[in-house]
Structure formats: C-alpha cells, structure tokens
C-alpha cells in the first residue's frame, strides 16, 4: 500500500538546526520567515499532499494519460487537484513577489517540493516545468514579455513546458533543426518537431506557454546557434486571455515505464508564433542557467520517492505475518513474526531510512546555497555558495535519483511477492523513479560535468566551498569522546574522497578518458562524504539536544541510532569506489569493440 | 543570551554556595561534558561548559538578590539556545539551594 | 681592453648604448651638439636625464648611472684621444657623418677604434675620403633598440679593418656589455634587418591581397612561427608604421635592381593615409590597432579594404594541429594555411637566398633573426621545421626560384645532431660542428651530447665537465615542488661522492617563478593541508642540505628568480648572476611569507653588510621592508643594492657565459672549502615586532597597503622578530624556519590568501584584497 506521512520533524531538523553553522545565513536571510511561519507552510503542504495528491497517485497511474485528436486528457482527479493546488497559491510558493508569488526560500520550497514527489511524480511535473519555465523567463524575458506571461504562470492559471529534444538529439542539442523565422514586427515563425516534451498538452489550463529551442536564418552552427523562444498555445487577446489557437500541438504522447499520468508529448511547430526570449543564438545559455535549478529539483523527486517508498515498506513489514525471528518468537501469541523482526528486512529498511535522512540533510544544505547565491548580502558569502551549488548540483541530482531507485527497488522486495503486483503501489514507485535517472541529463552526464567542470573550474574553487567545511568539523571534533568512532570514520572516507581528487586532477589533466572512467564511482564517493558529514552533525546535535534536555528525546536518540546504522553499513562503501578510482581506466578500455 | 535566576540570599551567602556547589556540579556533568571555571572579582564568575567537543562560554555575576549573565553558544547550536541557558539556570539554582 | 668609450649622438639609440656600456662598468663620455649657447652639455645632459626615467630601465643601477659625462662635440671632441672605442650615433645623413669622422681623424689617437651604428649606409661610402689609418681602425657596429636589452649585435668589418681590433671590439661587446655578436657583410639591411623588412611586407602585401584582417594576420603570423604575439601588424605599430617607407627607401635605393625585395616593395594607400594622418603607432596616437578612450578603452583594430576601425574581433581560430605543426600550419584548409604560406614561402626563400650574397654562413642569419626579431625560429630552423624537400618543391609548384643553398641542401636538413654534437650545413654543402666561442658552455649542447645522471619529473641533473654537475629545473615555468626538492636531497650524496660541485642552472625563459603555486592551491582546495605543509617542510629540508653540503653550489639565475627561485639562491654558497635577473622574495603579494629559509638569509645578508648599523633591530627592519613590499631587482646589479645578491657575488653580461662563469666560480671554491656555519640570530622580540606594526599603520594611512596587507606584515614581523617570546636571545636557524612553517600555514587557511593565489594563477596579476 502506498503510505505516506510527510517527515515533518525530520524537515524541519534539516531546515532549522542542522545547518546553522554553515555561514550562508539560511532563513534569516529572509527576515520576515520565521520558523513557526515556515513550519505552518511545511504542515499544510503535508496535508494537501497526503489528502489530495496521494490517493490520486496509484489510480492515476493505472489509467493514464489519453491522447485524442490533439487534446490530452489527464487521469481522473488531476484537474481538481491540480484546482486546489493552484487556489491554495502552491504554484507560486517560492516565485518572486512582484508578479505574485510568495517568495519563499528554496531551503522551504525544495522540502515542499519533496512532500509532492513522495505523493504523486506525475502530479510534479505539471506545476514543476512551469516553474522552469517562469524561472527562465525571468532570468532572461524582457519587461514586456514578463508581464504579459509571468503572473498567470505563477498563479498557476497557465502553465509552463521546456521543448529542447528532437527525434535525432537529446543530450548534443548542438544538432537540432526547428527554424525560427522573423516575420518582421518582432515575432517570428517557428517550424519543427519536438519529443519528450513533459505536459506538453493537458487539460488542466486555459493555456501552456511553450518555450522552444530553436535556430534562426543566419545562425552559426552547433550549439552557439541556438535561441530561446516563447510560443504559446493560445496568443493572448488584447485583454491578456487566450485567444486565437496557434500552430502548436501534440501530435501524439508516449507510452511509458512510469510516470504515466505525466502527458509526455510529441510536439509539432507549423509556423507557429512565437517571441525571442533573451540574445539572438544564447538560447542554450538562458537554458542551462535554469537546468541547474531543475537538476536540483530532480534530485528531490528521487528523494521524495525514496522516502514514500521507505514508509510504505515499513507499513507492510509491520503488517505482514511470516515465519519467527531468529532469537525466538516475539509475538508468541500472534500466528507469525511480523517480518520486520528479521535483520535483513531491518537491513533494507534502514538503508531506505539512512539513504532517505541522508540526502535530505545533504539537500537542505545545498537549498540554503541556492537562497544564499541570490540574498547574501556579503559578497563573499554569495559567491561561496555560488561555487557550492555548482559543484553540488550535479551531486544532488545523480545521487538522490540513484539512491531513491535503489529505496524503490528495496521496497518491492520487502514486500516479496505482492511487490511485483501493480495494486500493492510499491512496484509504482520503482517505475517512476527510473527516469529521473535519465532525463535533465542522465546521471552519467551528471558524473561528467563534475569530474570535468566543476573539478577544474577557477582552479578548484569549487571544491573549497564542500572539502573546507568538512575538515574543520573533522580537525574540531577529533579525539576522545562519544562522537570518537564516528569522526574516523568520516575522517577516513574524507581522506579517500581527498586521494580520488588528486588522483582524477593529475590523471584527468593528462588523459579525458581517466576522468570519465572515475567520474560515476567519484560522484558516488563525494555524495556518500557529504551524508557521511550531515549524520555526523546531526548526532552532535542530537548528543547536545540530549546533553541539555530535551522534550523530544526520541526523535534524537533515533537520529543518532539511524546515524551510526549509516556509518556502520553504508559509509564503507566509500573504500570501494576509491579502490575503483584507483585502478584507472585500464579495465575499461583494453576491450576492442568487437570483443563486446 | 541573557540568564537570570533570582535569589534572597544576600550577595555573599550566593557566592559561599555557588563556590561549594561548583565542584559538584561539574562532577556530575554527564557524559561527554566538562565544566571549568574562574572567578574574575569577587562575585563574577567566567565558566565554559565543553559538551561533545562544543565550548559555550557563561558569565555570571552574582548581585543581592539574582544571579545575572549571559552565555554564548555556536552556531551550530543555535536553534538550542534557549535550553542551554534553561540548563544553566537550572543548575545554577541547584547550587543556591544546596545550603 | 676597452677602459672608456666614447658615444657621438645622444639620440636614442646613442644614449641606450652608453647606457649599456656604463652597464658594464666602464665610463663613457656621450657628446652631441651644442644647442643652448648658455648650457652647452645641455643635449647629452638632457639624454642622461631621460635615461634615468626610461621605461623599460636602460641603467642597471644607480652605480652605472653615474659612470655617463656629457659633453659636446666642440669642445670635448679632442677627449676622443683618452677612448679605446668611439661610436657614431648621429642622424643618418652621410653628409654630416663625413664631417664628423674628419673632425675625428685628426684628434683620435691611431688603434682607436672608430665605429657607426648606421643600418643603412654602406661602409665603404661611410670611410670615403678618410686615410688608411683610419679604415684600418673603422667599422660598423649595429646594435638594436633598446640596446641594454636586445642581444644582437651586427659587426660589419670593411675589407681594411685590421682584424684585431675588430676582435677586441667584438670580444669588449661580448663579455662587458652582454652581446651576441653576428659577423656580417656589408650588404644593405645587414642580416637581421634585411630579412626582417622582406618578411613585413610579404605579409603586408599577402593581408591586403588576400583580405586578411590584420587580427587574423597577427594570430596566424605570431604563435604559431614561433614570431612574438605582435605578429605582423602589432609589430608594426610597436616600432612606429613611419620607419617603414624609410627603411623601404633605404633598401630600394641601395639593393640591385633584380633583389627579390624590389618586386614586393610598394607603398599600401592606406598606409600612407595613415601616417599623414599621425597614426603611426603606439607612440602615436594609434596605428593599426588603437585605443578609443571615448568608446571605454575598446581595443580597435582597422580595417584593411575600408579604412574603418571597429572593436578587435577574436582572431581565426587555429586547428590544434597548426599551433604546434608548421608543416600543418602552411597546409591548414582556408585563411590559416593560405596566408601562413603566403608569409612564409617568399620570406624563407629571400633568407635562403642571402646565402653566398649578404652572408655565407645560415647560422648568422637564424642567429641575427632569433637575436634581432624575437623570434623563437631562425629561418633555416623553420625550414627544418616544414621539411626542406616539401618546402622546395611547395617553391617550384609555385614556379618560384630556389635558392642555391636549397637546391644544395638538397632535401637534408639544415641542422642535425652527429653522435651528440650539433652540426649544421654550411654554404659549401658539408655538416660542420656548431662552434662555441670559448668560455661559452651551453647546456644544450651538453643535452644533446648525453644522458642526465638523475632526472625526475621536475628536475635533472647533468655532467658538465671537470667534476661540476648541474640542477636543471624542468617543469613548467621552471617551477619549484616536491619532486624538485626530492631530486635535490638525492643529489647531495651523488655529488659529494662523485663530484666536486654543483651548479644551479638552467636554459629556460627564466631561472624559476617560484613555487609551484598551482599544486599548492588544489592541495588548499581540497583541505590536504598536510601535503601543504609538506611542500614547506620539504622545500626547507631540501634547501639547508644544499646550504651545508660538503662541496661548493653556485647558483646562476637570469630572468625571473622569485620566490621559492629566490631562496635556492639565498641559500647557495655564492651567485653568478646574469646582469638580467629579476630576483626577489614576492611571496607577501599572494598572501603568502617566504617559507623556504629566505627570512633568515635576507636578515643574514643584511646583518652582514657592511653599511648596516649594529644591534639587533636594523637587519630586521631591512629584511622586513625588503619582503613586505614583494620587492623585485630590476638587474642583477639592482638586487646587490636591495641585498638580494652579496657584494661579491658575481654577474655575468652575455647570457651564453653564464654557465662558464658560474662552473669556473664553483671550481675557484673547490679547494679547501667548508660548509658556512649555521647563523644564529639576536632577534628583538616583542618591542621589535611593535616598532614593525607602527610602520605597516603608516603605510595603511597612506593608502600603500590594504587591510590583508597588514595581516600578513604582521605574520612577517612574527618570524623576523623572533616569536611570541618577550625576550628572545639568541634563536636558531631551526627555530626560525619553524616558524617560518607556522606562520606560511595560519595564512594559507585564510581564505584572503587563497583568493589572492587564485587570482595570481588566473590572471597573472596581485589581488590587493
């Protein structure tokens, strides 16, 4: 059964106390958030989460999205929900003010944002892609076109879609063909085709803006030649509504492994009109800056998923009646054990548990460096967290959706035969999670731009932003005491994770091919550090939390037991991808093509 | 962070029992913990509480009828501000009830 | 020997040479006219002045500044008659040089020696009229701009010049004022002129003729043929666009009317538009490329077919191949190859074809051009480079001539190596060794002859004969790291076994940048400060074996000798320095303190000189100014007046004897040596450190230093004066390099330092944070 309770203690742990240390200024950025406004925010979008979006989850994906004649049905009570979820101002919840949304940090938007990927994906994306899309638009529209399109997206009445991948070029954009030609009043007429383009139709608003990618008559070629337009599906009146159709539409929509009540349609351009958004041939800029927004954001969906699939297991380990425990029966009077009893339940369970707190903790961080590279007011400070949220995001985004495919696949098989069963909702979650892997560039592409970006950039500022922290915790809480073990551990994967780095500078510097042999196992290594880091924290505060009395001993004690379960079972880990690292590309690369 | 715990001992007898109590009190510091202090005149007194590796610096000045101070904790400790100085008032008042 | 000179024409050119004479420590008497009845020195005076200002320096130091009188040509000509050697410098005008040589030959004593800087007129119509006596001492001397720092020197001797006093001049231009001296005939242009003006107009005319744009021309005519980033165009405006139709002038008028050069030597409209309308280049008020100011300082670049100037564009871009590959430069598909070849098919061939007419010998000409025009290449070596077969049958597809030595050469190269030794062609077809002058010691040729005894990533080391080895530092930049300092602490033992001495030296750019500071901030980067501190501690230990090793270490800087560059000489038993060496200790502007022992030796050095006042403090406050202010010598006779270099350390003027010079130095030091004993210091503590602080606040107020600044003086005061310590006796030369360790790691966890070191590696330029 798919259950879910929003993790609200261990968010607003994630959001208030674990990360006060780290300099970028968190909520107090935003005087005007305090945390009993913030923690009211994260309880009401627990509730329309659970109550709204979760029971549409498991029957929207049996029926699907329909495509008929151009138009795209959603599931049943996706367009109430959506309604609802519009009304209540959550499309807008961390857009800017000035064209009416609440402007509330990420650091909040990001949890909110995990509670709606835990409940329904599919439901997601629908107000996710309008929120890149206004994201892009701000960053690079000029006035006119802001206010013409931005304060109905944000409210929620028109909705948003990224069209960036033809049949022929999904992750080298540099071959795409939809021509764009101007028609002389500042508009211009777009042709071409456009596939995976999610909620490219649906009928959930009275309009969807289309932004584009595309070239112009004199453009360069390759991906310098590239340039962003704004198409909508209606051109707006001169009171601002939809008005006449214009010459896009869906031309059919794909039959997935999951996210199926997510419309992901193929799209045709006839002539369609359509303004430039930002400098003729920087499309691909005004689109990356927006990615990097969005790759953080899938990562989320991973963790979301993670977490649902997490509570769900444990639901049905508690439930489920099998065989005894191994130290003796422990329901005597019941017919059997719950399963949970057995260590190797507990074992997937905690691993959801840990992999879920850990990237969460790990993502809240990475939250506060989106809200600080925008609202510090010391420059330094936003430039940190600048370097920080580069180097990361390609972290958050491999990660989370490794590890929340890894808690999905775990929660099938603790529920053994029934998982593989459509109805039991867990088999749901392992098919959903599968393409955040994939799409926003695939975690191998995500590996790539660490090892060979971020790495090198500014020669390795980058780095500074994670490896400074990391190591004045270490040097500040080595020695005696209770945290001892727990500090050389970390302290011993720190070292690996240092060795992998000069290892990959030095070897990568001379040979391409040594950096992208290490890349995924190096992304693995330094995400594994950064969560290895936040349970360390979190069990220092818990230790203090405890140490100075505390109403809510449980929650702590239980922080420090899922904690030590991380650095016991799953820190380790660590040793084998510097090993990895450490063997070089040889391996890989003795095999001649034929020989595969 | 300020502290206050209100007393009627009198300045000196305050002083006489937080000078007995100290020594108890950082024998009973759980787990983890430490406590040294200093008297820095007559009736203030300067401790730091070491608990899992984090230092909070506690002042206090001991008046006729209250103890007053402030403590400082980390940043990471931010968010449990309020409970450290419960704490300390908690114990310093141990310590003023102790004859 | 040549114990004073004389200098006729305090013009530029004039003025540089009794700049660089005095350089070499002999005095020089510089005349010109009379123009102020009242101040009648007041021409040559005024030409010292300017000297003394000129940027880039013409004088090493204050010493040699003073070692120039002025005088005038009336009343100070009969002073000729105390000169070993008189140069002409005046104005190229025939007329007046006759007059002046006549007023000349009746004063001078006979066996002066007579020479003219002239590069356009020939000798033979120079010495016109003049006796025998006076042609047997007369010659041409042609030194380049500036002439304290272009190496060239073209010696034209006529067929009455008596040998030996063209010896003596040469062999004074060589060892005292530094030059490479290139025999030529007394042909127009000489040797490096003339090719260097065939070759500007070729790819003038090839820019216009194929609608090059002169950023594309400079990019492809710059880097990738070794030619300075200057190009074609850049070059131009640097030495002013009007000499060219002067220089074109003098050729025509004076080449046969059949020379290659008289076929391409036009006049461009354009140009001449430009220089009537006063843009003759960067002393001017732009030229080819310019500034507009008005538009924010935007670099513009003209426009050959339209005569507009418009914001410099990015330069074509050059396949990766043809950066490094000429063959695959002159053939890259477009512009690139198209103009390369343009350029350098007609250039190459007109060198060529100097063979056996304006000289008889290939290696003056790659010599005079490698010398005279900065180029990395001489003409045959390019040659070599592209292939002399392809190169001559590319000339014949294109039904061009080729030259004698080509079809010599016949497909051989122009250069080999012949069982280690360096050969090249000569003009009657055979391979002959390439010899060096005596007391010159290349480490090239020794690279070419033999295997190195040890060799490491960053470093290795060479026989160089007579039981003298020496370090050579290979990495980039030649900088300094952990596999340096681990190839040094292996050669200690190798030499005081094998050995009698070691040389520090190399033939790079420059001596050593310092630190690699590179390896330093990715160690920062990533938190390794363990490997940090190893770099420091590292450098530290490697540094004292070579100080207290049982043989003599002679270290031989030219160039750049900073920081970790600086400190290998600090720590040497003595220097032989090239008069250009920019040695300094500027660790202070990245944020940093010296860390491998130069506090200790600078305080060393300034202790020990003899103008220092007594007692503890004034050796501290000297070092303390010295490095705070990331001070760097503007020559090596600059750093003996900072402290740098002691006064008997040595300097040697031409860059090719400085490894001679600095293997006979440590040879001189073999017998008897000892190791020096370790200092120990009398540091005044916290009162020193005070009076230190009160002088950082002075320059704060004065806006001289910012607030990190400040930090970091105060870290360098910490180590100068000796410590936390209230009263500190006396400290050891191993308690102050631990706190030199100390101190160098608390500021490389400051995020100020680290900004400024990324700064410097991105940029090249100090953060003034």
Redesign the interface.
């Given at each position: 059964m798919q259950v879910y309770t929003a993790p609200l203690r261990d968010m607003r742990f994630v959001l208030n106390e674990l990360h006060q240390d780290d300099g970028f200024g968190g909520l107090s950025v935003h005087e005007e958030f305090t945390t009993d406004l913030t923690d009211a925010v994260l309880e009401e979008a627990a509730k329309l989460c659970q109550d709204v979006l979760l029971p549409i989850n498991l029957s929207g994906d049996a029926e699907g999205c329909r495509y008929e004649n151009g138009v795209v049905r959603t599931p049943k009570g996706f367009k109430e929900a959506y309604d609802q979820f519009v009304q209540s101002g959550w499309g807008g919840l961390v857009m800017p003010v000035e064209y009416g949304g609440q402007g509330l940090p990420e650091a909040v938007g990001k949890l909110v944002e995990e509670m709606i990927c835990a409940t329904n994906v599919s439901f997601s994306l629908y107000p996710g892609l309008t929120a890149g899309a206004v994201t892009a638009l701000n960053a690079y529209a000029s006035e006119e076109l802001k206010a013409a399109y931005l304060p109905k997206m944000i409210s929620g009445e028109w909705s948003g879609t990224m069209n960036l991948t033809e049949p022929h070029c999904g992750t080298d954009l540099g071959l795409l063909r939809t021509k764009a030609e101007p028609v002389g009043d500042g508009s211009y007429k777009l042709t071409g085709s456009k596939i995976f383009i999610s909620a490219g139709e649906q009928d959930l608003t009275s309009n969807i803006i289309h932004l584009v990618l595309a070239r112009l008559p004199d453009a360069p070629k390759g991906v310098k030649g590239i340039s962003l337009f704004l198409v909508p599906k209606f051109l707006p009146d001169e009171a601002g509504n939809p008005g006449a159709r214009n010459g896009v539409r869906a031309s059919g929509i794909e039959h997935k492994m999951g996210i199926k009540a997510s419309a992901t349609c193929q799209m045709q351009f006839d002539e369609a009109i359509g303004w430039l958004v930002g400098e003729p041939h920087r499309g691909l800029e005004a689109m990356f800056t927006m990615m990097n927004a969005e790759r953080v954001g899938v990562g989320i969906q991973g963790l979301g998923i993670g977490e649902a699939a997490y509570q769900s297991a444990v639901w049905y380990a508690k439930d489920r009646l099998q065989g005894r425990s191994l130290s003796g029966a422990k329901y005597p009077d019941k017919a059997a054990d719950p399963i949970i009893v057995h260590p190797d339940v507990r074992k997937n369970l905690l691993t959801m548990r840990a992999y879920n707190e850990g990237c969460r903790a790990l993502g809240a961080w990475v939250a506060r460096g989106l809200d600080a590279e925008k609202h510090a007011t010391d420059p330094e400070v936003r430039q940190r967290a600048e370097d920080f949220v580069a180097l990361m995001t390609p972290v958050v985004k491999a990660l989370f959706t490794d590890l929340g495919h890894d808690s999905a696949s775990l929660a099938v098989q603790v529920y053994g035969g029934h998982g593989y069963i459509h109805e039991s909702g867990v088999e749901q979650y392992q098919r959903d999670a599968r393409i955040a892997m994939i799409y926003e560039g695939t975690n191998g592409i995500q590996a790539l731009d660490l090892v060979g970006r971020k790495l090198g950039a500014h020669m390795g500022r980058y780095l500074r932003s994670f490896f400074h922290p990391v190591s004045a915790f270490i040097e500040e809480n080595k020695g005696e005491g209770p945290m001892q073990k727990m500090i050389e551990g970390l302290e011993k994967a720190f070292g690996a994770l240092q060795l992998s780095t000069a290892t990959i500078a030095e070897k990568g510097m001379k040979d391409a091919e040594e950096a992208g042999a290490a890349a995924s196992d190096y992304l693995r290594l330094l995400g594994l550090v950064g969560m290895a880091y936040c349970f360390a924290k979190s069990t220092k505060i818990a230790g203090l939390q405890l140490f100075f009395g505390t109403e809510d001993k449980a929650f702590y004690e239980t922080k420090i037991k899922t904690a030590t379960f991380f650095f016991e079972k799953i820190l380790p880990q660590a040793t084998t991808h510097f090993l990895a690292i450490k063997a070089g590309k040889g391996a890989l690369m003795a095999f001649a093509e034929d020989e595969f | 962070m300020d502290i206050s715990i209100p007393h009627s001992l009198g300045r000196v007898e305050a002083r006489r029992r937080i000078e007995v109590g100290l020594p108890k009190l950082a024998a009973h510091i759980p787990g983890g913990g430490a406590l040294t202090s200093e008297w820095a005149g007559d009736y203030v007194l300067n401790m730091t509480i070491t608990a899992l590796g984090s230092r909070i610096p506690v002042s206090l000045t001991i008046e006729e009828d209250r103890l007053s101070g402030s403590l400082e904790v980390p940043a990471l400790m931010r968010m449990m501000q309020g409970q450290v100085a419960e704490f300390v008032e908690l114990s310093a008042g141990k310590m003023l009830d102790k004859a | 020997m040549v114990k004073e000179l004389c200098v006729i024409g305090a013009g530029t050119m004039g003025a540089g040479i009794a700049a660089q004479a005095a350089n070499a420590g002999v005095p020089v008497l510089l005349l010109d006219i009379v123009r102020d009845a009242a101040d009648r020195n007041s021409v040559a005076a005024g030409a010292i002045e300017r000297l003394k200002k000129a940027e880039p320096a013409a004088f090493m130091s204050k010493a040699a500044a003073r070692l120039v009188e002025a005088g005038n040509i009336e009343d100070d000509l009969g002073r000729v008659a105390e000169c070993d050697w008189v140069i002409e410098a005046i104005v190229e005008k025939i007329e007046l040089k006759h007059a002046l040589y006549e007023k000349l030959e009746a004063v001078r004593t006979p066996g002066t020696a007579i020479s003219s800087n002239t590069s356009t007129i020939p000798l033979d119509r120079l010495i016109e009229g003049r006796s025998e006596a006076f042609a047997r001492d007369f010659l041409i001397t042609h030194f380049f701009n500036p002439p304290r720092y272009m190496r060239l020197l073209e010696i034209v001797a006529g067929p009455k010049s008596d040998p030996a006093l063209v010896a003596k001049v040469s062999d004074f231009a060589d060892r005292a004022m530094g030059k490479t001296v290139v025999r030529a005939k007394d042909t127009p242009g000489f040797l490096a002129n003339r090719v260097g003006t065939y070759w500007l107009q070729a790819a003038i005319n090839a820019a216009f003729e194929q609608g090059v744009s002169i950023e594309d021309a400079d990019a492809i005519g710059g880097k990738p043929m070794g030619v300075p980033k200057t190009g074609i165009f850049g070059l131009v405006d640097l030495v002013g666009i009007d000499l060219m139709p002067y220089l074109k002038a003098s050729l025509t008028g004076t080449l046969p009317a059949n020379d290659p050069y008289q076929s391409i030597a036009h006049d461009h409209p354009l140009i001449l538009k430009m220089i009537a309308e006063g843009y003759t280049g960067r002393k001017g008020k732009g030229g080819f490329y310019r500034i507009n100011k008005e538009a924010g300082k935007v670099k513009e670049a003209i426009n050959l077919s339209t005569g507009d100037y418009a914001k410099a564009a990015k330069p074509v871009s050059i396949p990766s191949a043809a950066q490094k590959d000429l063959k695959a430069l002159i053939s890259a598909p477009g512009v690139v190859g198209a103009y390369a070849w343009a350029v350098l098919g007609p250039t190459l061939a007109y060198a060529a074809g100097l063979i056996g007419e304006a000289s008889d010998d290939i290696l003056a000409i790659d010599v005079a051009m490698k010398l005279g025009y900065n180029w990395k290449y001489g003409p045959f070596e390019l040659i070599d480079r592209i292939g002399g077969a392809d190169f001559v049958a590319r000339l014949q597809a294109e039904g061009r001539e080729i030259p004698a030595i080509l079809t010599l050469a016949a497909g051989r190269p122009f250069y080999r190596v012949e069982e280690g030794v360096r050969q090249y062609l000569g003009a009657d077809g055979e391979y002959h060794a390439i010899a060096r002058p005596d007391g010159v010691l290349l480490l090239e040729d020794i690279k070419a002859a033999s295997k190195p005894v040890l060799k490491s990533a960053s470093a290795a080391l060479w026989d160089i004969g007579d039981g003298v080895v020496a370090l050579e530092f290979t990495g980039k930049m030649n900088a300094l790291d952990g596999e340096v300092m681990k190839l040094i602490e292996k050669t200690i033992p190798l030499v005081a076994e094998q050995y009698k001495a070691l040389v520090v030296y190399n033939e790079g750019s420059n001596f050593s940048a310092g630190a690699n500071l590179?390896l330093a901030?990715?160690?920062?980067?990533?938190?390794?400060?363990g490997e940090v501190e190893k770099l420091v501690a590292g450098g530290q230990k490697a540094y004292k074996a070579l100080k207290y090793a049982p043989f003599p270490v002679v270290a031989a800087p030219f160039g750049m000798a900073l920081g970790g560059g600086c400190e290998i000489c600090l720590n040497a038993d003595a220097v032989q320095a090239h008069a250009e060496t920019y040695i300094g200790l500027v660790e202070c502007g990245v944020g940093l303190i010296p860390g491998w022992g130069g506090c200790g030796e600078l305080m060393v050095r300034a202790a020990q000189s003899p103008k220092a006042p007594k007692g503890p403090m004034p050796p501290v406050a000297k070092a303390f100014e010295t490095i705070s202010t990331a001070t760097v010598a503007k020559s090596a006779a600059n750093a003996k007046e900072i402290g740098y270099l002691r006064p008997s350390d040595g300097i040697t003027m031409n860059r090719d004897r400085l490894l001679a010079d600095a293997k006979a130095r440590a040879l001189a030091m073999v017998e008897g040596y000892t190791p020096p004993a370790p200092p120990t210091f009398r540091l005044p503590g916290a009162s020193g450190k005070t009076a230190l602080e009160l002088a950082v606040k002075g320059f704060r107020a004065r806006g001289l230093a910012t607030p990190y600044d400040e930090v970091v003086a105060d870290k360098l005061a910490t180590v100068l004066t000796g410590g936390d310590a209230d009263v500190v006796d006396t400290v050891t030369e191993e308690q102050l390099l631990a706190l030199e360790l100390r101190e160098f790691m608390t500021l490389v966890r400051d995020?100020r330092t680290?900004a400024r070191v990324?700064h410097m590696?991105?940029t090249g330029k100090p953060l003034r944070n």
């Open positions: - | - | 590179g901030i990715f160690a920062i980067n990533i938190a390794a400060w995020s680290q990324e590696l991105t």
